[in-house]
């Protein structure tokens, strides 16, 4: 941790995504006094990417927040850059562009790549998100009679690909399609099983009442002509149609750590382990799920942190995940939460249709969720999205502090290793 500053410390966040400005808003409300801040990004906007799911729905639209408008509101200067380099050891970061950029504190918060997982599938992108019209077509048109969705091994966020199969069996019977065949291949052992048992089985069930087949515990190789072949057991299945998640990988940055798959190593104050005055969170750190939630509350870790050490009354407090997902499902609002909370000792059922946390978002972030909220739309953008059809899911992680690093996969408890390694 940086010692104690008198002059304000400098801090540079890298990433104009939803760890960079969650970490912004923190700072700037925890220790605006002793901090100077300055956010470099290449992007014009910020980008909410959940809600890319339901465009080819016409369900919801992509918000999009121009990155000046933000670092103007949070007192932030911005640079219009990328990162290239990071000499950690002069504290000093390049550009692409070859700006150089001095920082006492610097957060790394420039997210993931995504490369498609097999050739002979439609990867599905939150950046082209229409690329799924082509097939809404086909469905209407009756000329696809099967679609295969799949979560490749090491995948994204797992849960688009369930909100895409509902939204497709809706999207269909509306049509007056009802004979598309929908299967969902994936490795996890359960739907959605990172949410727990409980959350699990109410997912399978609103899969099953929509007539969508869940191939669990399976990792599929898809050959062209829709032709998947699923391990383990070597079982086959043939669709007219596939389509897939993509592969996340770590964006390394010459001067910062990266393990195997590029993701920067960090302790659970989502500092750079081995490098002062560094920290990374989001994506592009290595903790295995890679979820905007998540991704919020590693900035805020991050920020207390920051802000303790430039002098602010703040106390810093490890990073303790807590899972919160909303499933869109095009079908009539539920919210499903693990564990029940009780409410002045009452058990509150976990499907309900009360919404869970508020603004009832699905990026929950401290700072971020209730100011997109306040923008003039942001909230009636995303309730309105989920036209009834909204799933929340609330799950505690459960983390093994002793147990040796998980892979990248998101599928069963996490775990860290020695040195607070994930
Ligand atoms: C289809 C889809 C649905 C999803 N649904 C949900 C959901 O329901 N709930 C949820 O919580 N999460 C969801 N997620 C995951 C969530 O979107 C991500 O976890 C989240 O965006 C990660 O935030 P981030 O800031 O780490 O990365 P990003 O949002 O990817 O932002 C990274 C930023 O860094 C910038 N950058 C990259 N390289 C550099 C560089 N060298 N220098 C400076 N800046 C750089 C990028 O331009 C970008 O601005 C979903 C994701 C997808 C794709």
């Known amino acids: 941790m940086p010692s104690a500053h008198i002059a304000p410390l400098r ?4 990433g104009g995504g939803v760890a960079a400005l969650e970490t912004l808003m923190a700072l700037h409300d925890l220790g605006e006094q002793q901090l100077r801040l300055t956010v470099v990004a290449p992007d014009d906007d910020f980008v909410l990417r959940p809600m890319s799911v339901a465009v080819p729905f016409s369900a919801g639209h992509v918000t999009r927040v121009p990155l000046d408008e933000v670092c103007a509101g949070f007192g ?12 950690a050891g002069a504290r000093r970061v390049t550009c692409h562009d070859g700006a150089v950029l001095d920082y006492d504190v610097l957060v790394l918060a420039t997210g993931a790549d995504t490369r498609p997982a097999y050739r002979a599938a439609l990867t599905f992108s939150d950046e082209d998100p229409e690329r799924l019209n082509g097939l809404l077509r086909d469905i209407e048109q009756g000329s696809c009679a099967s679609v295969a969705l799949v979560v490749p091994p090491a995948g994204s966020w797992a849960l688009p690909v369930y909100e895409l199969a509902l939204m497709l069996a809706r999207h269909a019977r509306d049509a007056g399609v009802d004979d598309l065949e929908i299967h969902l291949v994936t490795p996890e ?8 048992a409980e959350a699990s089985d109410a997912v399978a069930r609103l899969l099953a009442d929509a007539g969508i087949r869940v ?7 898809v050959q062209r002509g829709g032709r998947i072949t699923l391990a383990p057991g070597d079982r086959r299945l043939h669709v007219a149609r596939v389509v897939a998640l993509p592969v996340v990988e770590g964006r390394p940055i010459p001067g910062v750590p990266a393990d195997d798959h590029g993701f920067v190593p960090v302790d659970d104050h989502c500092r750079v382990i081995g490098v002062d005055g560094v920290y990374a969170v989001g994506d592009g750190a290595d903790f295995p799920v890679k979820q905007g939630g998540l991704a919020a509350q590693q900035a805020d870790v991050a920020a207390r942190d920051i802000a303790a050490a430039a002098g602010a009354d703040v106390t810093p407090e490890p990073f303790r995940p807590v899972l919160r997902g909303m499933l869109l499902t095009g079908g009539e609002p539920r919210f499903l ?17 009360d919404r869970l946390w508020w603004p009832p978002t699905k ?3 401290r700072y971020l969720a209730p100011w997109l909220a306040g923008r003039a739309g942001a ?3 995303e309730a309105e999205a989920a036209p009834g059809g909204g799933l929340a899911v609330e799950a505690e992680l459960a983390v093994d502090r002793d147990a040796q690093p998980l892979s990248l996969s998101p599928l069963g408890p996490l775990r860290r290793g020695p040195r607070g390694r994930w």
């Open 215 to 221: 191939h669990a515990g399976s990792y599929a190789s």
């Open 337 to 353: 939460r693990r564990p029940p909370a009780t409410t002045n000792g009452t058990r509150i059922p976990p499907v309900s249709t």
């Open 379 to 381: 909230l009636r953008a």
């Open 189 to 196: 052992p359960a739907p959605l099983a990172v949410f727990g």
């Open 11 to 14: 801090v540079v966040i890298a």
């Open 363 to 365: 990026v929950v972030g």
């Open 76 to 87: 932030a200067r911005r640079v219009r850059a990328a990162v290239a380099a990071v000499d």
